[in-house]
Structures are given as C-alpha cells and as structure tokens.
C-alpha cells in the first residue's frame, strides 16, 4: 500500500489550523452552508478549484466529474450526479452563480478527440465525454489541418460553451438567469501558465481574467441566434 503519511500530516495541519484556538471559521460552518457558486470542474488533480482560487471552506459548491461537463437536462430514472448536485445548489442553496472550469491539458477531451468510437474508452468514459461530441466536430471542422495539441486546446473551450448551453437546459435555471437571479461563467485555466481566461459573450472568445467582467447571459444570446 502507498504510504499516505502526506494525506494524514496534512489533517494535522488543517486541525490545528481550523479546530484549534482559531475555530472561527469552524464555528461558523456548523450552522450550514451558504456557498456564492456553484463550480463544476474537472476530476483532474492539477486543478483542484479551492486551491487554484484560493478559497475557504464553505465559499465554493464544487461538482466535479471527467472533463467538467453537463449532459442536457432530462428526467427520467436514470441515477443524475450532474443534475441532482445542480439541483440542490440552485433551487437549495440558491447560489448566485454557476462557474464551468475548464483546464488545458485534460485528459478528458484529449481522449474524446483521439477516439473513433465511444467504446474506445471503456464503460463509461466514451459515453460521458460524447456529451461534448459537437465540440469537437465543430473543431475537425473548423481546424482540420492544425496539429492534435490545438485541435485539443480548441476543443477543451469549445466543451465549456456547450457545457453552458446545456446548462440553460434545465428549466429552473433557465428561468433564474431569465429572471437576473442567476449568473453563468465560462473559464479556462491553463496549467502551463496558470492563466485563467473567461468566456466573453460580446467577442465570442475566451480573454485573459482581469479585474472585471461580464457573466454569460445566454437568454440573450438565444434572442439574437
Ligand atoms: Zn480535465
């Protein structure tokens, strides 16, 4: 067995640091939690969302899967991980915001890109990756002779679109980003470089995160499409 002396050290230290004389944040969460955000991200270790932003327990609702996607809304009896946590975050805890993290380098799209077929990629995995199927047809068609890497790249933003679009989906989100209650984000973050991009709606391209800017308001675009 791998030793985990690292994982067990590391519960020392966060005791000691939230449970010991300063137990004010501790005491804080017991009485609930009221996140800001619901962040949908990648299972992928490189980029645990509460690292890369810095966030304290109790800040983020994080959801995470392979390759941080969406399926389209659809009620049936099917077990619904993505679609229960959305639930719960919008309609329970009445976040104000819905975040899709995308990364570089996920391991995710790479294997959507290089496969023929969804059984390629095991049980599971090919069907859960397909979700993004059109991004990365809309990829091989509009960069059909750029090399894998790119191709990739390009698709890792074109899946966070489509994870947004299938988020307007399901109707009661729809209807608080209708109603301003509700706000949705698409960002990038590139692990060679520790950018993170967000997605702009006015320019249509994903722009290095500076100080402020604009939610995407997908009713909207769906007006003007
Ligand atoms: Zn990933």
Not at 26 to 37: F, M, R, S, V, Y
Not at 84 to 106: K, R
């Amino acid at each position: 067995m791998a030793d985990v002396t690292k994982f067990l050290d590391g519960i020392e230290d966060f005791q000691q640091q939230h449970f010991g004389d300063n137990s004010e944040l501790a005491n804080t969460l017991i009485d609930g939690q009221k996140p800001q955000a619901l962040l949908i991200g990648c299972c992928d270790s490189r980029v645990d969302p509460a690292v890369l932003l810095n966030c304290d327990l109790g800040d983020l609702f994080i959801l995470r899967n392979i390759a941080n996607l969406v399926p389209p809304y659809l009620n049936n009896d099917d077990y619904h991980g993505v679609s229960s946590s959305l639930e719960y975050a919008v309609c329970h805890l009445e976040v104000s915001d819905i975040i899709i993290l995308g990364h570089s380098e996920c391991g995710g799209i790479e294997a959507l890109m290089e496969s023929t077929d969804k059984g390629d990629l095991g049980e599971f995995i090919g069907k859960w990756v397909n979700i993004a199927a059109s991004a990365r047809d809309k990829v091989l068609a509009d960069l059909p002779e750029a090399p894998p890497d790119k191709q990739a790249r390009a698709c890792e933003k074109e899946a966070i679109l489509v994870s947004l679009k299938n988020l307007m989906t399901f109707p009661w989100i729809k209807e608080r980003v209708a109603k301003g209650q509700l706000s949705l984000h698409g960002w990038y973050y590139n692990i060679k470089t520790g950018q993170l991009c967000y997605y702009n709606q006015l320019t249509g391209e994903f722009e290095i995160l500076v100080s402020r800017y604009s939610p995407v308001d997908r009713t909207k675009s769906e007006n003007t499409a």
